[in-house]
């Protein structure tokens, strides 16, 4: 049977993820998936080990850098020692004829009694359901969580313009649509950014068992840690480079959640839905230092804070999500100039034209895969 599903992992910490998700695929039969984890500098011998151990595809640094050579576009633009690597198990997805991706961030374990994959093959189906719309546009994903918090707790990349006034939630009335994501979430310590952590702390016991329908007009962040994507819509899904000095600050932590505003606004305008919900994972986060974590997040937050209004009012031409996503780095490229404040005045600029000509190389490889 061809493995027309494909799990895309990075890590560079022991395997304890690996058995759960191989345990969950053989309980429930799922023998059209396959599982590639892309290993970096750090990682340890024992994931190769592991994925040897049951026949997973975990491409060495060499045959890494021999996969990438295929697409000169590319040449340089995929760093070492970073979750940018993401994206050659992307390419390799694709290159392997993948009609749904799935990817998955290492501390992110499946639940034992729950059909991880057919939750997630919601995308690539048409719904004809009700969406969810947001009074000022944004819909935040945690309040479909369980919190041990007593005050409201937003997901990591919530614009914080968006946290400080009551939302008032209704149902819109969409044509049928097909899922062109599906984005699961989380239970124990959700996604959220590190001044939250530092703050509030969350737990999460529970989750509402229900999904929901994103609205057409109505945002919210997406990241890589349980999403899928239907294969058409994997050229507007670039994991956006990280690492850059903006205004004294390196920027990091955002490469997910950039690209999911980037293929959210393709996703919108094509006219394909989103479903938030299902499947639930559990997150047990890998150690972090919340210090630090906040350090790299702030730039993020700073640039989306700035960059987000104007986004979501951004028109681009409809077309193919090839044709869309040029389409979204030529108007990125174009606003970098107009944008101004201490992140843009020292590197934001430089940041935005360079983020659109990784789009395009991008786009360039996912061309050559066909």
């Known amino acids: 049977m061809k493995n027309r599903i494909a799990i895309v992992v990075t890590t560079i910490f022991e395997p304890l993820f690996i058995d759960g998700y191989v345990e969950n695929l053989r309980r429930f039969g799922r023998e059209d998936v396959e599982i590639i984890v892309i290993i970096d500098r750090k990682t340890p011998a024992s994931v190769a080990e592991r994925c040897a151990h049951y026949g997973l595809i975990c491409p060495t640094l060499d045959e890494q850098e021999a996969f990438l050579a295929r697409f000169p576009s590319m040449a340089g633009r995929i760093p070492y020692d970073s979750d940018n690597r993401r994206n050659i198990g992307f390419l390799m997805a694709l290159d392997r004829g993948a009609e749904l991706l799935i990817s998955i961030d290492d501390d992110n374990y499946c639940i034992d009694d729950v059909d991880f ?10 719904i004809d359901a009700a969406a969810t719309a947001s009074g000022d546009g944004w819909l935040n994903i945690c309040s479909l969580l369980q919190s041990s918090t007593k005050d409201e707790i937003f997901p990591r990349g919530f614009p914080y313009f968006a946290r400080r006034h009551e939302r008032t939630l209704s149902e819109e009335r969409c044509d049928p649509a097909r899922v ?39 945002w919210t962040p997406i990241n890589t840690q349980n999403t899928a994507v239907v294969r058409d819509a994997i050229a507007a899904y670039y994991y956006v480079r990280m690492g850059f000095s903006l205004g004294g600050l390196t920027i990091d932590r955002y490469g997910d959640i950039l690209s999911g505003y980037l293929i959210q606004k393709c996703v919108k305008t ?70 101004r404040g201490f992140v843009w005045d020292d590197g934001g600029r430089d940041f935005l034209v360079d983020t659109a000509a990784n789009m395009r190389a991008w786009l360039d490889a996912i061309r050559m895969i066909g």
């Open 270 to 339: 094509r006219g394909d839905a989103i479903r938030i919900g299902s499947p639930i994972a559990d997150h047990r986060r890998t150690p972090h230092n919340l210090f630090k974590d906040l350090y790299h997040e702030l730039a993020g937050m700073v640039l989306l804070e700035d960059l987000l209004p104007w986004f979501k009012e951004m028109t681009i031409g409809e077309g193919t999500y090839s044709e869309m996503y040029a389409a979204v780095a030529d108007a990125l490229a174009e606003r970098s100039a107009s944008m």
């Open 117 to 126: 994959v057919s939750e997630h093959l919601a995308a690539g189906r048409t």
């Open 180 to 218: 062109a994501i599906n984005v699961g979430l989380w239970l124990s310590d959700p996604d959220v950014d590190a001044m939250t952590r530092l703050v509030q702390a969350p737990r999460i016991g529970s989750a509402q068992d229900r999904s929901l329908r994103l609205g057409t007009n109505t």
